[in-house]
């Protein structure tokens, strides 16, 4: 019995030695360049797992810490002393760090593994948009800064090569042709060729490369930092813009003189004005996540969202669509010329569909949430601040001003705001009950918009668990349901970080 008993406790060692082997062959692996490496790392990972629950069935084992409330978080382990390394620490602000229990670094490695698993499955990935995809779905889950920093090693091997085979000009290349479809770009068209027409576009490639990486490199911060940096970011995408604008603008001109049916408007600066306008609309959102605003400010930032910013994006996502039928209907003309068969047509997915209907939801949502607090206000149910060293112009402008630097789409000032969302100059100004019934309208919108979309997703689903009840919500009080009270109403991020779920109270 002894010797059983012994044999476990070797066995529970050996478990945890080869466990912290293979976890570092891990982290080894992801620094190689080549891709076989994450394959590699993959293989490592299913092990590590195995042994984890060998591990977790032997916490048994060994000296089991004291419950000594006097030392604080600290368990107390014989031959063990949590602050040995405190002096080795840089001079930072001293963090609240607390040492888990056994169980809970059972649950933590497991969670960690789960996350590496992840990082590997990026290298699957071939076109730009969808890596940045995934780094901003990847980023939503606020994984630890080890896991994040594996998926930009992962990404971007020594600052050079993207997963350590592919040039950077190249994968901007790929994304513009998916995208907008520019003609320079397609084999079928004269500039494709014309050395003037190769040096404008592989200059303006080359200057992507900076802004792009930044980008993605962006996703590896905390969702804090995160937030603060994309602010900054708008500078150089914004300089972008310009330069895409004169490109596209000399392409055209080129283009014009050898293919007059073609043209070369606006394709390159509709590529980076839908990046830019991506950035904007995420720095708003994640300002509900880490709860930066007060909630008599809700209003004027899904005004913004779904006025100004959802509306630019639909418009941009529609003008690269037709960009790309354009150029296929040219190439299927140059094809018929070739061919005299005649071809079977397929009704063809549009590549942007799915995310223009999106877009088109987040609309909705964020128009039913700016007629709902508008209609919140009238009734006296939003607490507002009693202004004293600010305002709520000062207020509206600190929160935009990251937008100042960008040209295209303009910022839009606090008076012009205040003219365009006025309800005055509609006759008559609509009240609350009017508000609370078009704000329903919205939701029901943004739910038929979700509810046809083909294999929802996690986040479709997130939203309509907001969309549903706020629909009821707004029917009830579109019909005096609690209208002589001016108790605050709750609402709750638990469902969708960027869209609460109203109660009434």
Known sequence: MEALFKHQQCLAVFSRVKFTRVLLTVLIAFTKKETSAVAEAQKLMVQAADLLSAIHNSLHHGIQAQNDTTKGDHPIMMGFEPLVNQRLLPPTFPRYAKIIKREEMVNYFARLIDRIKTVCEVVNLTNLHCILDFFCEFSEQSPCVLSRSLLQTTFLVDNKKVFGTHLMQDMVKDALRSFVSPPVLSPKCCLYNNHQAKDCIDSFVTHCVRPFCSLIQIHGHNRARQRDKLGHILEEFATLQDEAEKVDAALHTMLLKQEPQRQHLACLGTWVLYHNLRIMIQYLLSGFELELYSMHEYYYIYWYLSEFLYAWLMSTLSRADGSQMAEERIMEE?????????????????PLSREITMSQAYQNMCAGMFKTMVAFDMDGKVRKPKFELDSEQVRYEHRFAPFNSVMTPPPVHYLQFKEMSDLNKYSPPPQSPDLYVAASKHFQQAKMIL????????????ILKVAKPNFVVMKLLAGGHKKESKVPPEFDFSAHKYFPVVKLV
């Open 334 to 350: 140059q094809q018929k010329g070739r061919s005299s068969k005649k071809t079977k047509k397929k009704k063809k997915v549009r």
């Open 451 to 462: 509810e046809n979309i083909p294999n929802p997703d996690h986040e479709v689903n997130r």
